[in-house]
């Protein structure tokens, strides 16, 4: 038995249980599909305006190999780089893998609003690879680089690491929810006395 089997099994002895923690964010997929136009516009409004404000497709393909980039202003660059460095711990991921395009508008602004609301601010979104422009991966891609800097959650996103896909993946970085935003203030008021 190994010194680590050992202490667990003493830690159990005396009462002690690891606290369980479901960090993991569940995407609620309704019953139904969601091809209705009326809920279309409300996700697209939901990212920014109206439904003519931001397309679900892009008017021209990104090529495949180009990584994409995008950061808010205010960001600040050492916070952006280390997004890019893919330096800050991945708290949640998103598939985008082969998903029809009407779905990916609607997961990614489920899976933004529900990570913003757990507090996560570093998230994986995967679209895949491909080095054809006409590809579904690609078609994501180019669509994630539009949608993503509509919505207000939304801070900075970067193409991953190759460890984490590549070009085939974008870390996004996510605003501080209203709970994240308090402790932030209390804090700096606490070094400023």
Known sequence: MSQEDEFFEMMEADGVRPIKSDRRVH????????????????????????????????????DPLDPIEWKRDGVQE???????????????RLDLINRPLV????????????????????VLIQYGRSRNAQ???????SSLNLWLPAMEEVMAFHCAQPQHGGTGAIYVM???????????????????R
């Not at 279309?40 to 939901?46: E, F, H, P, S, T």
């Not at 050492?78 to 949640?92: I, M």
């Open 27 to 62: 995407v609620q997929r309704s019953a139904r599909p969601r091809q209705d136009p009326r809920h279309r516009a409300r996700r697209l409004a939901a990212m920014g305006g109206e439904p003519e404000g931001v397309a679900l497709m892009p008017e021209h393909l990104l």
């Open 103 to 122: 779905a990916c508008v609607d997961e990614v602004v489920d899976f933004v609003q529900q990570c913003v609301g757990l507090g996560i601010r570093t």
């Open 135 to 141: 590809s579904h991966a690609n078609l994501v891609k």
């Open 78 to 92: 050492g916070v952006y780089r280390n997004l890019r460095l893919g330096r800050y711990t991945v708290d949640a």
């Open 174 to 192: 996510l605003r501080k929810n209203e709970y994240q935003r308090q402790q932030n203030q209390e804090r700096h008021l606490h070094h400023g």
